[in-house]
């Protein structure tokens, strides 16, 4: 838990993305329809669509409720403000937006964060800090939304979950930088905007055995283990690219980074430390990765158990054996 030298708001901030609109170059505002927007799923969807035309801006409407106490003039908190802050770590763009009173106590605001798409790459999280003057200190950050919305600008649909991408390769044939590694039946890239395992077709038979769906017999059971071992090495090199690009604060915290990197810690930290919050295990991670090596072979157990667990490898290596136990009392008899 990180301690801050003054007074802050206990308690979550409730906000939200109200609604969103678009415009094209010299055309007028359009609103976005409500299947672009998902309260449920905390994500409003811009990607390409051909129901909607290309568009250059965009206008979302939020609104926050602050807690009563937080306005309280005999409290400890003075010139209370809402800021909504838009970050993309795939483009280090940040904008910042302030809300606006609607109310006569103060407690309900509102705010319009105008979006450009040209500074968006990916997918930017969307959060909510109120600040104040604390103790004579202006400025000072006295509570984070709990709560994040995403702009997606690549996906047309509203989903916080994105599916790992699956590409076939004939690595022998292909880039240079894949043809070092034509003896591997397939390589994990995490330096994009979401992570693609390639699978290499000079492997024979491995594309076809990859591709299938379903399926009976020693080929479905090889087929499924072999997907439990790729995931369990997809969530490793996911982790070690997500754990080693952590953004630390002056205090020297590190941060959950946004996009799927944050979303691949937050997944695999519970496995790894189940007796820590997200925060303390997140900590003791950046502990081991910039400390000594012992603590960072120590970690290397962790992160494989993790990886295991989320791509079932336990499930799956017990099905497998179960099955070719049954396949050999076939031969047998």
């Not at 990180?2 to 505002?29: C, F, H, M």
């Not at 894949?178 to 693609?196: E, Y």
């Amino acid at each position: 838990m990180k301690v801050y030298p003054y007074r802050r708001l206990t308690g979550n901030v409730s906000w939200r993305v109200d609604s969103a609109q678009i415009k094209a170059d010299g055309e007028p505002w359009e609103d976005v329809e409500s299947k672009y927007l998902s309260t449920v799923e905390r994500v409003v969807a811009l990607g390409p669509d051909e129901d909607r035309p290309d568009w250059t801006q965009a206008r979302l409407r939020l609104s926050v409720g602050l807690p009563a106490k937080v306005l309280d003039p005999s409290g400890p908190w003075q010139d209370v403000r809402a800021v909504a802050v838009l970050t993309e770590r795939a483009t280090n763009a940040r904008t910042t937006v302030e809300f606006s009173s609607i109310s006569a106590d103060g407690r309900d605001r509102t705010a319009e964060l105008y979006v450009y798409r040209c500074d968006l790459l990916d997918r930017a999280s969307l959060a909510v800090h109120v600040v104040a003057t604390v103790d004579g200190v202006p400025g000072r950050v006295i509570a984070t939304s709990d709560v994040e919305w995403f702009v997606d600008v690549i996906e047309a649909v509203p989903s916080l979950a994105r599916e790992l991408e699956v590409k076939m390769v004939n690595f022998g044939a292909g880039a240079s930088r894949l043809q070092r590694f034509k003896d591997s039946p397939w390589l994990v890239d995490t330096t994009g905007r979401i992570p693609v395992v390639r699978v290499n077709t000079d492997f024979d038979g491995l594309g076809d055995l990859v591709g299938a769906d379903g399926g009976t017999g020693p080929e479905k059971t090889v087929r499924e283990l072999l997907l439990a071992q790729m995931c369990s090495e997809v969530w490793t090199a996911v982790f070690h690219s997500a754990a080693g690009d952590l953004e630390v604060e002056e205090d020297g915290t590190p941060v959950f980074p946004h996009g799927w990197q944050g979303e691949v810690l937050r997944e695999m930290l519970p496995d790894m430390y189940p007796d820590r919050e997200p925060e303390q295990a997140l900590r003791e991670v950046h502990a081991a990765r910039v400390g000594s090596s012992a603590g960072w072979g120590e970690l290397q157990s962790r992160i494989h158990f993790a990886a295991s667990r989320r791509a079932g490898v336990p499930r799956t290596l017990s099905t497998t054996i179960r099955d070719l136990e049954r396949l050999t009392q076939g031969d047998d008899a």
